[in-house]
């Protein structure tokens, strides 16, 4: 087994096996005497990674056992040895299968040994041979051979050849410097084009298989053109690699000759008394932190970055660092605010302008002005007291939360009560929300780190103290990077946020002037620390009447201006309004009224743009389905129970209050109850509640005793698809299985809500406004509550309370006597018919 050996540097540089070549007088008198006699056998010498061709000279190293006893063979004989490459240069021992079949016939020409027990040989190819058949394989392999004659054609085309390929490869050492002058004259001067190929060939960096190939061919001019391809490939290669290195070159020597002019000109600067450009950026943050009117832990910090900044050449990586964050700090509202507005009267008119109804909350914004007003008005007498409480600091500013369906005007409200005071409105987002950094920041440590958005949209605002809105608060998720609703307490703490401190400014920032407003559909995903540092002001939705009231007062007007439409072009009247909240919308705000509104009046405005309507259009009740098209909604239908066993329920949802209707039937069977319509736990529990009470109680309300053994129940909630639950739906269970099992229907209109226990008592519940809202858009007309819930009556609109009649209750049976109908007589303790489920 052999290995190819460097002879001198250049070889190393190149990366390729060292070669000498035959000069043209050696050529022409080896041709001259015809060579050595080429026996029939020959040893056979397996090479890795090298293949040797004839007219050049190669070192080979050899050190396997078997491949020094056949050198020491054949240099006692002819000293001819059959040179033929391995198809695997990793294998170490290749057999007569592992080899090529076309090799050379090499004679030693010189031989080294060294001090490892290894020998170097010069060996110098002469001819091409062809392995017949393998006649030993012990101690080496031996093989029968024969010669392979080449093909040396002449012609114009071998000329041309000739010459293309010795200027490609001139091209080539031009770009490789380590090829040597020798190789390149004999590349010129060369005769011979076979030669030629070989010594060129040997010389460059080819794989293996490729310069096998080159051996095997056996005409000159095949072998010419084989050799070209792999000189252009291997040139473009090189002029490509030098085209790189230029570059690269060319970048290092711009950015020295820029450093270079740069200090000269730092030089000029001071011969002339100039200031440099850095100084005059460093000057220039130096006058803005003294503008800035930063707390004095903020200018400490400012101060001292801005001394790293000046030392710091401009091409540092960290300057840029620095320059960013100086930049946020003086650019920062740290003492500029905007001057209230303290006009009451002109408060409590933008606010009605811009919403209809929603007194809680324009009277707790009025409030605030007031409060505002009096501690300016009397700041001098409050300045001269002494201050008892060292630890409580004085609060400022104010932190709302707006809870309530989606539609009721939340978000618009805070852009209202912004104008009202006559401060900056800021709205952020926080819906789907899960890096705790969007609240905080990212540390200056990282790359491309920023502020939070609480800092960003104040610098944005330009002011301390505007009004800063976050809305769907309840939204917020959490994962693996922290949960944004914790980095919100110390901003929505009024004890905390006199000092936050953002995580890329790493200074204290004062948000106590802010008047913070967050939204939210729902109360209860908000975590109960940072609903303690709100103020909780919940939006219910609007009767019909209000959001007729709305839609001719705000949504109308907005349509015509979003639309191109003048005043009188269309007008609706209430009628036409009812019947879109009626059959087109089902929701608890007006969102999608106003939408179908907005329907409406841009096909008016095509027909108007199609000269179709020249007269202005009055959309009455009778003509919304020619806009609209079919209804989408229709009432809920409270002939439902006529028949025994169904029962009207009120509940809660997100988008407000809604009837339910709760059926019970009966079948043959022993015990069995069933429940459906897709109930949560607490209601399935409310639900056996109510059976339980019915069978306690069964002699007392004319049942049968034992009816519970004959038969099975069944209580359905349509509908089915959506998830209920809750413990509100007691009474209503109750209701249903005593009407079912009486015969005796329930009123159709009447709705009901309440908790029942097991000895009968109706507990309260909550979402009252909401669920008496349902009843009253329903058509209803008596509502049955829990008594304790008498005072969240307060809380319906006017309208409602004289539209409904209600009946407050304790127990049960008032809910019985209230609900049912009067037994008929001969019905009287049977039970009565089934209801369809």
């Known amino acids: 087994m052999t290995k190819t050996d460097s002879l001198n540097q250049v070889f190393k540089q190149l990366k390729i096996p060292a070669i000498t070549h035959l000069d043209q007088g050696e050529a022409r008198e080896s041709e001259e005497r015809g060579g050595p006699e080429i026996p029939d056998e020959l040893p056979i010498l397996p090479l890795r990674g090298l293949v040797v061709y004839p007219m050049t000279a190669v070192p080979i190293r050899v ?100 010459h293309s390929v010795v200027d490609t490869f001139r091209r080539l050492a031009e770009l490789l410097p380590a090829v040597p002058e020798e190789l390149m004259l004999m590349a010129a001067n060369v005769e011979n084009p076979l030669q030629l190929v070989y010594a060129i060939a040997t010389y460059m960096r080819i794989d293996l298989e490729e310069a096998q190939n080159l051996l095997e061919l056996n005409t000159t001019r095949e072998k010419l053109h084989r050799l070209l391809g792999l000189l252009t490939k291997e040139l473009e290669v090189a002029e490509l690699g030098h085209k790189i290195q230029s570059e690269a070159q060319s970048e290092v020597e711009k950015a020295q000759r820029e450093y270079f002019l740069r200090e000269q000109m730092k030089a000029i600067q001071k011969e002339l008394g100039e200031a440099s450009e850095q100084q005059m950026e460093v000057e220039e943050f130096r006058r803005k932190i003294e503008e800035a009117g930063m707390p004095e832990e903020a200018e400490k910090e400012a101060r001292r970055e801005l001394d790293r900044l000046s030392k710091l050449p401009t091409a540092a990586a960290e300057y840029g660092v620095i320059r960013t964050y100086l930049d946020w700090l003086v650019n920062l509202p ?98 789907g929300m899960r890096d705790e950094a969007e609240i905080r920041g990212h540390r200056r440590t990282y790359i491309g780190a920023l502020p939070g958005r609480i800092i960003q949209a104040l610098r944005r605002a330009g002011t301390k103290n505007p009004v800063f809105m976050l809305d769907e608060v309840d939204k917020i998720g959490t994962d693996f990077r922290g949960d944004p609703a914790a980095a919100l307490l110390e901003v929505l703490d009024p004890e905390q946020n006199r000092e936050f401190r953002d995580h890329y400014l790493d200074v204290p920032f004062d948000l106590s002037r802010v008047m913070f407003i967050t939204t939210a559909n729902l109360l209860y995903p908000i975590p109960a620390p940072l609903r303690d540092r709100m103020e909780i002001l919940e939006l219910s939705g609007y009767t019909e009447t209000e959001k007729v009231r709305i839609a001719q007062g705000y949504l109308l007007p907005r349509q015509w201006r979003e639309n191109g439409l003048r005043p009188g072009e269309v007008r609706f009247t209430d009628g036409a309004i009812r019947r879109i909240i009626r059959e087109y919308t089902r929701e608890a705000g007006v969102r999608n009224v106003e939408r179908q509104i907005g329907h409406i009046c841009r096909k008016v405005a095509t027909d108007i743009a199609e000269g179709k309507e020249t007269k202005p259009v009055r959309v009455t009740a009778r003509s919304v389905r020619k806009y609209l098209g079919r209804p989408r909604f229709f009432p809920e239908t409270t002939l439902r129970t006529e028949i025994p066993g169904v029962a009207t329920g009120l509940g809660w949802t997100p988008t407000g209050g809604d009837i339910q209707f709760f059926e019970a039937t009966r079948m043959p069977g022993q015990k069995g109850f069933q429940i459906t319509g897709q109930l949560g736990d607490v209601m399935k529990e409310s639900a056996q509640a109510a059976l339980s009470y019915v069978r306690s109680k069964a002699k007392e309300l004319g049942i049968q005793e034992d009816f519970f053994d004959t038969m099975d129940i069944h209580l359905h909630v349509p509908a089915g698809g959506i998830p209920k639950d809750g413990p509100s739906a007691g009474v209503t269970m109750a209701t249903a299985l005593v009407s079912l099992l009486t015969g005796r229907t329930v009123r159709p209109d009447v709705a009901m809500t309440g908790e029942i226990t097991l000895r009968g008592q109706v507990l309260p519940v909550g979402g009252i406004k909401e669920k008496v809202l349902a009843a009253h858009r329903a058509g209803l007309k008596t509502v049955i509550l829990p008594k304790r819930n008498e005072e969240s009556l307060e809380d319906v609109p006017a309208e409602a309370r004289r539209a409904l009649e209600f009946v407050l209750v304790e127990r049960v049976d008032e809910v019985f006597d209230a609900a049912l109908e009067p037994a008929k007589t001969s019905q009287a303790g049977e039970g009565g018919t089934e209801a369809v489920a």
């Open 63 to 162: 050190g396997q056992p078997r491949s020094i006893q056949l050198v020491d063979d054949a240099v006692v004989g002819k000293r001819l040895i059959g040179l033929v490459t391995s198809k695997d240069p990793e294998m170490i021992e290749p057999g007569p299968d592992d080899i090529y079949d076309i090799g050379t016939v090499a004679t030693v020409h010189r031989l080294f040994k060294a001090p490892d027990e290894t020998i170097t040989l010069i060996m110098q190819g002469i001819q091409r041979i062809r392995i017949k058949e393998f006649v030993a394989t012990e101690p080496y392999l031996v093989a029968r051979v024969e010669l392979v004659p080449e093909t040396v054609e002449e012609g114009l085309e071998i000329q041309a050849l000739q």
């Open 334 to 431: 740290w003492n500029v605010e905007t001057e209230d507005n303290l006009d009451i009267a002109h408060a409590r008119q933008v606010l009605d302008e811009d919403h209809y109804d929603l007194n809680e909350i324009k009277k707790r914004i009025l409030e605030y002005l007031a409060v505002r007003k009096l501690k300016e008005e009397r700041k001098a007498e409050r300045e001269a007291e002494e201050v008892g409480d060292r630890i409580r600091r004085e609060r400022e500013g104010v932190i709302l939360c707006f809870v309530g369906p989606p539609g009721t005007g939340k978000t618009s409200l805070g852009q209202s009560i912004a104008r009202a005071l006559g401060r900056e409105f800021i709205r952020q987002s926080l819906g």
